[in-house]
Structure formats: C-alpha cells, structure tokens
C-alpha cells in the first residue's frame, strides 16, 4: 500500500530540462522487474552513472540527499513519453514524494496518483520563483491544498478528488474498494433478509 500523504515539509531538486521522459527517468533496459523496490537506484541512471557504473561527480542527483530534497521540482512536459509505471516507482524508491512543474504527462500522472506520489502543476511564476530559493523548505499540504513557502502567498492547486482521498488514506484503487467490502457484506445481508422468491 501507498505511505499516506498529507503534509509535506522538504526542500526540492530541480532539474529544470524540458521533455525529460519516462526512459531518462528510469531505462528501459531496467523495466525487467514487476516489483517496486529497488528501482531507486536506476533512477535517472544515465545521469547519475558513466558506462562503467561509476558515478558522475557532475550530476547532482549524486550530490543530494534523497530524504532531504523529497520534491522534485522538474522542467515543461515532465514524464512524457512511454506509460512505464515504473516511472514513479522508481521516483518513489529513490525518495522523491512529489513533483511540481508547469506540465506533465497525462498518463504520468494517472500512473503517479494510482501509486502514492503527488504531481503538482504551477503556472511559469511559481516555478521561477521556487527555482529561485533551492535552499528553501516546502510545504505541500494536500489536505488543505496548496503549497506554502517562505513569507510568499500560498499557493492552491487541485487534484482529482478519488486520487486525493486515496492519497491521503494511503490506500490504492484496490485498498480502496477493500475497505469497503464491510458495507458491501451488510447490503448482501439486507438483500438476502428482505428477499422474497416470486411464487407462480
């Protein structure tokens, strides 16, 4: 099951390049796997690691703390290209709860919020202005729904109300409707107490 998320206090790592896409996220040549752990350390693989699996002192995906800079704060039309779900498995594993930009990938997006990680779109003068203070703590509070930072004015963005509930349950689609199967019991009980068979 997904960690429930409802605030978030962190400090965010931009990586500010357009049209990253799914496969710089996370390699096709890792998508071997159906299960979720590990895939962290494939994250964004060719940016962090030279052929020989050496890292690169260069990329600053090498010099951060994962669970210090927990929101990634990314450039137009993140996540586009393949639907791969292992995308943000791997933005999860590596410690990435969140990302904000000003466009990302519908299908992402769907895949994100189905898998307890939160995308987030900003108009152009948010993003400037986030990019602006990297040393800055966010806070992304889902239940009230906006973003607040320093002395500026929060700002509010939407989610689809399911994927939120979700979110801030911790449950998936599936927990979800497990968690209702109480109900269901009790209405298949009424149903069976209240029927009556049609006589000829």
Known sequence: MPEAFKVLTSKTLTLSQANIDTDQIIPARFLTTTSREGLGAQAFY????????????????????????????????????????????????YGFRAVISTEIADIFTSNALKNGFLPIVVDQTVWDDLAAHPEQSVTIDLEAGEIRRGNAPAVPFKVEAFARQCLLDG?????????????VASYERLRQDTYQPETA
């Not at 449950?171 to 109900?183: E, I, N």
């Open 46 to 93: 060719d940016w962090r690691y030279e052929a020989d699996g050496s890292p690169k002192p260069e990329s600053v995906l090498n010099r951060i703390d994962p669970t210090e800079q927990r929101i990634l704060l990314a450039g137009p039309n993140f996540a586009c290209g393949s639907s791969r779900e292992h995308a943000p498995w791997a933005l999860l594993d």
């Open 171 to 183: 449950v998936d689609a599936l927990g979800w409707l497990q968690s209702k199967l109480p109900y």
